[in-house]
């Protein structure tokens, strides 16, 4: 088997890569040949710390495997450490023997940058101008930095419960060589598309806080009774996501399914925009919804293909296992 450390993973991975990865995923996600098994996800009742796993098999990609790790809240002030820790392990699907042993903790920022990127290429407006970004931690600089790539973005504008941490999205603009302006949530409506990344319980953005031909990207919400946004906001758009059975569970559309406001038939995938078969954006004045709820098989595609650069560059640690 191969190991491929974290401290590899910088040097092997690139948003591009990560991109088209997550791309294919979603599209043969969406045509049946690849799919996610049921998340396990577990307060363990230590450090806060929320523990799991998400994997999935891909038959179009040979893609076996599972991302174990979670959420440690008190890892960067205790320790120093970024509070999201997870490993990818990849299985042979042919005989069931380990693989590789890949980081995973960069592959889960950038696969989950690509999934809001591979929403924006596909469902926001050509013409998309503004950026509004809901939240300002470790994942809004990642998710930012990705979606200034998919179109000719002129400004950036950004809210934060924690109004301190506004300087990481100041930082990334500035890096775009755009300006920043902090707004309150009502401010939204001059944004073309919206990502929200935060670790909200709560609906922080109002539906009519929301102007007509927005595509928002909802992307902090991947456990139960996690929310960013108001319910009324799926009623209005057209809403699509990854995974369907992950969108109505632990995703954002899992609050107004429970309210009864719309069904799973009214959650549709994005692969099946990306494979032509659904239309996605029919107007420039309908608002599209996607929920980034984040599926093992985007784990499973990013490291795949660093273990295939790594052993390339003959970076990867061949263990006879
Ligand atoms: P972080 O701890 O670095 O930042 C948390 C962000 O949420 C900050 O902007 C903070 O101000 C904000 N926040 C905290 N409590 C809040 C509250 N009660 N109301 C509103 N905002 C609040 O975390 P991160 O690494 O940036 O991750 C953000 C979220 O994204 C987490 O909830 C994480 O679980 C989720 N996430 C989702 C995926 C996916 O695939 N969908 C992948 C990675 C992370």
Same mark, same amino acid.
Not at 255 to 275: E, P, R, S, T
């Given at each position: 088997?191969?190991?491929?450390?974290?401290?590899?993973?910088?040097?092997?991975?690139t948003?591009?890569?990560?991109?088209?990865?997550?791309?294919?995923v979603?599209?043969?996600?969406?045509?049946?040949?690849?799919?996610?098994f049921?998340?396990?996800?577990?307060?363990?009742?230590?450090?806060?710390?929320l523990?799991?796993?998400?994997?999935?098999f891909?038959?179009?990609?040979?893609?076996?495997g599972?991302?174990?790790?979670?959420?440690?809240?008190?890892?960067?002030?205790k320790r120093?450490?970024?509070?999201?820790?997870?490993?990818?392990?990849?299985f042979?699907?042919?005989?069931?023997?380990?693989?590789?042993?890949?980081?995973?903790?960069?592959?889960?920022?950038?696969?989950?940058?690509?999934?809001?990127?591979?929403?924006?290429?596909?469902?926001?407006?050509?013409?998309?101008?503004?950026?509004?970004?809901?939240?300002?931690?470790?994942?809004?600089?990642?998710q930012?930095?990705?979606?200034?790539?998919?179109?000719?973005?002129?400004?950036?504008?950004?809210?934060? +419960?924690h109004?301190?941490?506004?300087?990481? /999205? @100041?930082?990334? !603009?500035?890096? $775009?060589?755009?300006?920043?302006? *902090? &707004?309150e949530?009502?401010?939204?409506?001059?944004?073309?598309?919206?990502?929200?990344?935060?670790s909200?319980?709560?609906a922080?953005?109002?539906?009519?806080?929301?102007?007509?031909?927005?595509?928002?990207?909802?992307?902090?919400?991947?456990?139960?009774?996690?929310?960013?946004?108001?319910?009324?906001?799926?009623?209005?758009?057209d809403?699509?996501?990854?995974?369907?059975?992950?969108s109505?569970?632990i995703?954002?559309?899992?609050?107004?399914?429970a309210?009864?406001?719309?069904?799973k038939?009214?959650?549709a995938?994005?692969?099946?925009v990306?494979?032509?078969?659904?239309?996605?954006?029919?107007?420039d004045?309908?608002?599209? +919804?996607?929920?980034?709820?984040?599926v093992? /098989? @985007?784990?499973? !595609?990013?490291? $795949?293909?660093?273990v295939?650069? *790594? &052993?390339?560059?003959?970076?990867?640690i061949?263990?006879d296992?």
């Amino acid at each position: 088997m191969y190991i491929v450390p974290e401290k590899a993973i910088a040097d092997l991975v690139t948003r591009e890569a990560s991109f088209d990865a997550v791309e294919k995923v979603f599209a043969a996600m969406a045509a049946g040949d690849a799919y996610n098994f049921p998340v396990v996800r577990e307060a363990i009742g230590h450090e806060d710390a929320l523990y799991g796993f998400k994997g999935g098999f891909d038959r179009a990609g040979l893609t076996l495997g599972l991302k174990a790790g979670g959420y440690w809240p008190n890892n960067l002030e205790k320790r120093g450490l970024i509070n999201h820790q997870s490993t990818v392990f990849l299985f042979d699907p042919d005989t069931g023997k380990v693989k590789a042993m890949v980081g995973g903790n960069l592959l889960t920022a950038l696969r989950t940058a690509a999934a809001s990127s591979v929403s924006i290429k596909h469902l926001a407006r050509q013409d998309a101008k503004v950026i509004g970004m809901i939240g300002a931690g470790h994942q809004a600089k990642f998710q930012l930095r990705a979606a200034l790539e998919q179109r000719s973005f002129e400004k950036v504008i950004g809210w934060n +419960l924690h109004p301190e941490m506004l300087p990481n /999205l @100041q930082e990334v !603009a500035d890096e $775009a060589g755009l300006p920043f302006e *902090a &707004v309150e949530l009502d401010g939204m409506r001059e944004a073309d598309v919206i990502i929200s990344i935060t670790s909200s319980f709560d609906a922080i953005l109002k539906a009519d806080q929301v102007s007509p031909g927005t595509h928002v990207a909802c992307m902090g919400t991947d456990t139960k009774g996690k929310q960013e946004v108001d319910p009324q906001l799926l009623v209005a758009a057209d809403v699509f996501t990854d995974e369907v059975a992950q969108s109505v569970s632990i995703g954002e559309a899992q609050h107004a399914i429970a309210q009864g406001l719309i069904q799973k038939g009214d959650v549709a995938q994005i692969g099946a925009v990306i494979n032509g078969i659904n239309p996605g954006r029919t107007s420039d004045d309908q608002i599209t +919804l996607f929920d980034g709820t984040g599926v093992g /098989l @985007q784990d499973l !595609a990013v490291a $795949a293909s660093v273990v295939d650069v *790594a &052993v390339e560059k003959g970076i990867a640690i061949e263990v006879d296992f």
